[in-house]
């Protein structure tokens, strides 16, 4: 189903409760790529995570997870640039703060 989903909502781990096997950055940027195959270009994507290391790893792995191969430059992913257009943050428990990301595509120039 390429690019038939409208939108996305996710709340990955965040290797606490439940570990992933291998880099937490590894597990987001395929958990980005399985997503970005199946949300239309217009989707829309919303993520639940913790601030601090968790967020930093979804936003960095956000950007790895974008890149094309000069052999499918012309794909439609290839056209496009998911960013985050939104982010808000709360109180999620007394020692927790959690944040949500709003991720929405972008034309590239």
């Known amino acids: 189903a390429v690019g038939m989903v409208d939108r996305v909502l996710v709340a ?4 606490k409760q439940f570990a992933v096997q291998g880099q937490l950055q590894d597990f987001f940027e395929q958990m980005f790529r399985a997503i970005f195959g199946v949300l ?3 989707g829309k994507l919303v993520l639940l995570g913790s601030k601090g290391y968790v967020e ?3 936003l960095s792995a956000l950007g790895a997870s974008q890149s094309c191969h000069p052999d499918h430059a012309e794909d439609e992913a290839c056209k496009v640039r998911w ?3 939104a982010r808000q943050r709360f109180a999620l428990t007394p020692r927790t ?3 949500v990301l709003l991720v929405e595509s972008r034309p590239l120039q």
């Open 97 to 99: 703060t959690a944040t």
């Open 40 to 42: 239309k270009p217009d």
């Open 56 to 58: 930093k790893s979804l």
């Open 12 to 15: 990955p781990p965040w290797n």
């Open 83 to 85: 960013k985050v257009v």
